[in-house]
């Protein structure tokens, strides 16, 4: 038996379906379902981040993403509005009746993220952040967890394990591409690591195309590549404006661009005998 003892797919009979809970319906990641999130990397202002939330849900994307608290290298670059930029996502849930995605960076933000948020993202560079993974395994809020930058696919469901094993089932991994040698991407995507998480394991994954590339003219085709190895969704960033961006602005899809993108996937799924929610 593996390490991962309840994330190993010998753990349960069929594969886990997280429900996350949306205003007047429930939108399901998981087995059978293609799920699409998108949104900004960071939310910036209120009227864009308003604007970018109804374009996304006339799409027909069913979770709004954007950073609040953002990890950047370098500590003089934009590091998200906080809790301030808050109650612009909570206007934004309100308005378009979609589900939250928002990334907890730190254990004392846990009981505020927990109220506010739908879903509790563990940013990258969190996957090995012990005290916080067990924190979230304490309650039973959904968590999108993202492969470490340099994490192999063992380290990465044992930090599931921490979670599923401290009670909270409700894990979602997320592939977000790998640290190589390889300069002219971001990150390289472990397409690979999608097929076989599915064998390994019974929990949803996603993956992220844009922070696996870092450039948004190849974040359709990845996305693509990764409904087609299995993935139950993906996460995009998107932006009215890349060029302005205050984070991520290379790998962000336009909003017609994101639109012709959900087209594609939409048509892949079918393909998949996936259900894409309305
Ligand atoms: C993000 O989703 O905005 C993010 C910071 O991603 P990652 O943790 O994968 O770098
Ligand atoms: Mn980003």
């Known amino acids: ?42 939310v910036e202002s209120r009227e864009e981040y308003l604007a970018l939330a109804l374009r996304l849900k006339e799409m027909g994307v069913h979770m709004l993403r954007g950073g609040l608290f953002k990890p950047r290298t370098s500590p003089y670059t934009f590091r998200g509005l906080g809790r301030e930029g808050q109650s612009i996502m909570a206007e934004a849930r309100v308005l378009t009746g979609l589900p939250l995605v928002s990334e907890i960076m730190d254990v004392r933000d846990l009981d505020y993220m927990c109220e506010r948020v739908d879903i509790l993202q563990v940013g990258s560079r969190s996957m090995q952040n012990y005290p916080l993974l067990e924190e979230l395994s304490r309650i039973k809020k959904p968590i999108l967890l993202k492969r470490g930058l340099a ?24 592939e977000r591409g790998i640290r190589t040698f390889e300069p002219y991407t971001r990150n390289t995507i472990d397409i690979g690591a999608v097929a076989l998480v599915k064998i390994l394991s019974h929990l949803p994954v996603i993956v992220d195309p844009s922070h696996a590339t870092g450039r948004w003219d190849i974040v359709t085709p990845v996305a693509k590549a ?7 969704g993906i996460m995009v960033e998107v932006h009215q404006q ?19 993108l959900y087209e594609q996937i939409r048509t892949l799924a079918r393909l998949e005998k996936k259900v894409i929610q309305i």
């Open 151 to 174: 994490a192999t696919i063992e380290e990465w469901l044992l930090a599931a394990e921490y979670i599923l094993a401290g009670g909270n089932p409700n894990v979602i991994l997320c």
């Open 242 to 260: 890349p060029d302005l961006a205050f984070s991520d602005g290379r790998q962000s899809l336009t909003p017609q661009n994101m639109a012709s």
């Open 226 to 232: 990764a409904i087609a190895a299995g993935a139950d």
């Open 1 to 42: 038996m593996e390490d991962f003892k309840m994330a190993a797919r010998a753990a349960k009979l069929g594969n886990t379906l997280v429900e996350i809970p949306a205003p007047g319906r429930t939108i399901y990641v998981g087995e059978g379902y293609c799920t699409i999130i998108a949104g900004p990397c960071a």
